[in-house]
């Protein structure tokens, strides 16, 4: 049974920083691209980036390019999405899920997953 639990959201003022943390179990970690979603309340959930097994192939959707990284872990089975310079059109719930590749998994075309959390709220406002 797949498990994952997020982390690291909150309350932060425009141009701040947030780290979010990802746990995954009951997968073979390495055999999978992971990536961050985020999804507002009314609208569909939307990739923000993912990164492949190895961290060499990374995406990043234009909302994200330029102020979050996304990072794995893959001895502890986390995936990491440090964002800085945040806006408040960033408030949403934020997840995270794994797939085939992260182009796929970033754009929607790759929706095999179904074992998401419960996310994590970040909330950027003043």
């Known amino acids: 049974q797949v498990q994952v639990q997020e982390s690291g959201g909150g309350l932060v003022q425009p141009g701040g920083s947030l780290r979010l943390s990802c746990t995954v179990s009951g997968l073979t970690f390495d055999d999978y691209a992971m990536g961050w979603f985020r999804q507002e309340p009314g609208k569909q959930r939307e990739g923000v980036a993912c990164i492949n097994w190895a961290a060499v192939d990374i995406v990043y959707m234009p909302t994200a390019e330029g102020r979050f990284t996304i990072s794995r872990d893959n001895a502890k089975n986390t995936v990491t999405l440090q964002m800085k310079n945040l806006l408040p059109e960033d408030t949403a719930v934020y997840y995270c899920?794994?797939?085939?590749?992260?182009?796929?998994?970033?754009?929607?075309?790759?929706?095999?997953?179904?074992?998401w959390g419960q996310g994590t709220q970040v909330t950027v406002s003043s």
């Open positions: 899920g794994a797939g085939s590749s992260p182009w796929l998994l970033c754009h929607g075309r790759d929706d095999s997953f179904n074992s």
